[in-house]
């Protein structure tokens, strides 16, 4: 209701009457008033006295001294007093109330669903004694996230090892933001800190936060997750809400995991060389011994059953992928056995019988033989050449053309 001649009341305007009413005789007329207007007018009453002006007695007590209500629950308040007031009442847009000589006064909602109590009600209490004092009761009104999504920006499929990609956060329909912290995961690891890149709403907002990842290794099969928290001072922690999960694959050049080290064998040993890698896409392998690939060998070990001085020198392992490669050298000896005297007499032995059958080959291969009619005739032999032909031939003209000389001069 409003007063005649002065307007609606700013204090009551569409609020429900909640508490009990009362009865306030001015220049002899009589007004049933809400409980709001009652003890406004009487403050306006006391305020007309300047020696009432002051708050004498104290501030009143309001217990709890704060609120934090989640948005939909009940809030209760009370403001005390040590001393019996002319009139004790809430300022409030929900639930305003007032009551005469008490020393105090509850104030109740069944649900917190108005956002405007977010800016806290004000207890004030009044008396010709005592003067008008008033203490503000704060109150957070917060509301759990709806939803929280977490987005991969314009995926590649699959990711590469060093470029940037964004992950996005949107929460969905919370309250307080000053309140609000996003927490990010991937894998083993969490982060607190994101930017924020839009805010839709008042009191409740729709939030994206951003984060950058640079692509690597260690994020190929790894679950990125965000989780939206209200830091706030209740009796019991807030829950987080966390999103869908996103899990990424990335490509990366291979990496060694395990290989051989540099290695001295006897001969007739045997020879494991181990190359190991591992990448995405999965790697093939190459293996060179002193440069000359060995075409068979694509596998990550190298075997060779019993080695001799050939198989010394180094070997490559080559691990490639669509993204790069790695090598791996590895160093192989064989050791030379130490010589007995018996053994140098056998090696100069062998050498010595190699020499006489190289002798007796060439000997063998061009030989003479004069016949009776005077002529040399080369023996056939089938290593000859067509120089040592032509020369043979050169030589047994000659002999026959000397022997027909000698014939002419032959005395009768």
Known sequence: MSVPGSGADPLTTNQPAVCRGAEFSM???DYSL?????????????????SNQECIAGKPIVDPPGLVVKYG????????TPYDMDVIGWNATVGAASEENTQQLVWTVPSVTDWSLGR????????????????????????????????????????????VYTLYC?????????????????????????????????????????LLITAS???????????????????????????????????????????????????????????EGEGNPSP????????????????????????????????????????????VSIKVDVEVPSLTVTGVLVWIAGIVAALGVGV??????????????GHYQLRKHRARSKAVEATALQETAAVAHHQEKEKDYRPT
Not at 73 to 80: E, G, I, K, L, V
């Open 120 to 163: 806290g009600i004000t207890c004030v209490t009044s008396s010709m004694e005592h003067g008008q004092c008033q203490t503000h009761l704060p109150i957070t009104i917060y509301k759990i996230p709806e939803r929280v999504t977490l987005v991969l920006l314009y995926p590649p499929v699959p990711l590469i090892e060093g470029r």
């Open 73 to 80: 629950d009940p809030a209760t308040a009370t403001c005390r």
């Open 170 to 210: 949107m929460v969905r329909n919370v309250a307080p933001l000053a309140n609000l912290t996003v927490r990010w995961f991937g894998g083993d690891k969490a982060w607190a800190n994101a930017d924020i890149v839009s805010v839709e709403g008042e009191e409740v907002a729709m939030v994206k936060y951003r």
């Open 360 to 373: 007796g080959v060439g000997a063998a291969i061009v030989e003479y033989r004069r016949t009776k009619r």
């Open 27 to 29: 220049d002899q007329m």
């Open 34 to 50: 809400r409980p709001g207007v009652f003890w406004t007018l009487l403050l306006i009453l006391f305020n007309s006295t300047p």
């Open 217 to 275: 290794s260690e994020d190929h099969r790894a679950s990125y997750s965000c989780a939206a928290q209200l830091d706030l001072n209740t009796a019991e922690p807030i829950p987080d809400t966390r999103s869908n999960s996103v899990l990424l694959e990335v490509l990366y050049k291979p990496r060694v995991v395990n290989a051989s080290m540099d290695v001295s064998l006897k001969p007739e040993s045997r020879l494991d060389l181990i190359c």
């Open 284 to 327: 093939s392998y190459l293996w060179k011994h002193n440069r000359a690939v060995l075409a068979s060998e694509n596998k990550t070990t190298l075997s060779i059953e019993s080695v001799s001085w050939t198989h010394a020198g180094v070997y490559e392992c080559i691990i490639t992928n669509t993204q790069g490669d790695v090598t």
